[in-house]
């Protein structure tokens, strides 16, 4: 597929790296001082998700069925750390692919000043999930550790459509799911809160990565582009695989192999993942990345 969105000049992408900057000074949040981290997590809110329960990876299987109330209530509370430790853990590449992206740029460049502002709104962020996963008493879930190994190679090496695409696909799923909580009120307030912030600055970032991806796949050549295309669809494929831990299982309970086979067949929580996906591979398939090739990568976790 030829991308059919319009060319993005490098002028074009400044101009609106000035607007974002602009935005970036009038809407930004603290999460020290914007979000009431004394307020309880259980308490008056007990019996309060963590999660929308039809995201929980589960619901709809026949194991779902034959778990207790509590239990629900606790996977989607793991879950939620897992989703936050995944965020958090990716955002820290960020930060490393836009520091060595920019160091290689020109710092009166409004994109390069730009992207040194939105790694200031990441930096927040990581505390932010941290301290959220620390809130609701649950542990910080690790990615595996040939995921951890092959993101060092990933953020040493990323350039051009490769470094922003993966991004793009990791921000938006999240986004996506994020947007769905915020005005769920059955969904705990203080997730709603953390939610509503990433959801505001991250829509930024988004804006800025998306125009980047238009403007480098328009100047790349044929070779360049399958190389660009197969290696954002790996990275995406290994974050998106990531966004579950395998451990939240066992933390409440349940027998993790009999768990992971049943997220794995689950084709509710297969539908959500596609449509956690809709709006970013449909952006990436007008930019010609999603392609004959790739489609069969993004589908194995479920994107397409």
Do not use: C
Request: proline letters at 4%; hydrophobic letters at 45%; glycine letters at 4%.
């Amino acid at each position: 597929m030829t991308a059919s969105a319009p060319l993005r000049s490098v002028d074009s992408v400044r101009k609106t790296a000035t607007r974002l900057l602009g935005s970036t000074s009038r809407n930004s949040y603290s999460p020290e001082l914007d979000i009431d981290w004394d307020a309880p997590v259980d308490g008056q809110f007990a019996g309060m998700k963590f999660l929308p329960y039809e995201r929980v990876s589960l619901f709809g299987t026949e194991l779902w069925e034959r778990m207790s109330e509590q239990q629900r209530l606790e996977l989607s509370r793991q879950e939620l750390a897992s989703i936050a430790s995944t965020g958090l853990w990716f955002e820290l590449i960020l930060i490393q692919l836009l520091t060595r992206w920019a160091y290689h740029q020109d710092p009166q460049d409004p994109r390069t000043q730009y992207a040194l502002a939105e790694i200031g709104d990441e930096t927040r962020h990581i505390m932010m999930f941290a301290k959220a996963v620390e809130r609701v008493g649950a542990p910080t879930y690790r990615v595996r550790r040939s995921v951890h190994q092959l993101a060092r190679l990933y953020k040493a090496t990323a350039k051009g459509p490769t470094l922003f695409a993966p991004v793009l696909v990791a921000e938006e799923i999240l986004d996506r799911l994020q947007r769905e909580t915020v005005n769920d009120e059955s969904v705990h307030p203080l997730v709603r809160m953390v939610n509503r912030i990433h959801v505001v600055e991250e829509a930024r970032h988004v804006r800025f990565a998306r125009e980047e991806v238009a403007r480098q796949m328009a100047d790349i050549g044929p070779v360049a582009k399958v190389v660009a295309n197969v290696l954002s669809a790996l990275v995406a494929a290994f974050v998106t695989s990531s966004i579950i831990s395998p451990e939240v299982y066992a933390n409440i309970g349940l027998d993790r192999d009999e768990a992971v086979r049943a997220a794995r067949d689950n084709e509710h929580y297969a539908e959500s993942r596609r449509w956690m996906g809709e709006k970013i591979m449909a952006f990436l398939a007008e930019q010609g990345m999603v392609t004959w090739y790739t489609r069969p990568i993004y589908g194995l976790v479920h994107l397409v």
